[in-house]
């Protein structure tokens, strides 16, 4: 990205509050990666548009992602899932009487504790291993309200290549199928490719993909 753009997209990113700035202490300490605060703002603004009551999270660390959920929300549950006991217990420091908003904190894989839950969801976070984005789009896809949004985090930067990604995802530039020689793609990249194709074919989802952060797609649920 431009590198102006990208300092300008840094400088009007919403302050963090309270309970954040000592999170973001946490981060810094330990070196854990978060959505960070401009692609916070945008979880918080989806929040807010869609009058968010009832959000999931496929991945939530200490529970930063979902402090900037429960900002954007007046009541409603926000639901944490995280495979690390330690990091679920700081959600829990965190989070509990710091919102107007109820968290339900489930140990253990994602991927099992949606089938707990039954939506429908206003929101859906994909924050945790991108080779598993497709398989936990296809749990929450029918469980997302029409009119619910699915947000995906790291689809341009961070653990995915960005220009496989473009190879694989340009059909008409490159096409992948037509390619002879083999093609060494790491499994997130290949997640997060199948996810976008997946979305960006749906009739059911409008998607877009937002330049922020690692990269946000963000799809609605129009029909
Ligand atoms: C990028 S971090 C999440 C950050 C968080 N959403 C935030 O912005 O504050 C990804 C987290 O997902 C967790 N994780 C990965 N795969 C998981 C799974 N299948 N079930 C539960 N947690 C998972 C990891 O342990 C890690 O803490």
Redesign the pocket.
Known sequence: MDEHLGRLLRTMAPAHDETQTAMVEHTMAEG????GPES?GVLRLLARLVDARDVF??????????AWFARGMNGGRVVL????DE?LALAREFLDGAYDVEFAFES????A?VERYDGPFDVV?L???GA?YPPALARVREKLRPGGVIVA??VAAGPVDPETLVVMLDTEEDPLVSRSEPWDVDTTTEGIASYLDLVRNDPALETVLLPVGKGLAVSVRVE
């Open positions: 854990f990666p978060t959505v916070g999270e496929f991945g939530s660390g200490f529970g930063y992602s979902a899932t995280e495979y690390d990091e253990g894989d994602a991927m504790a976070l924050d945790h291993e598993r985090d790291n």
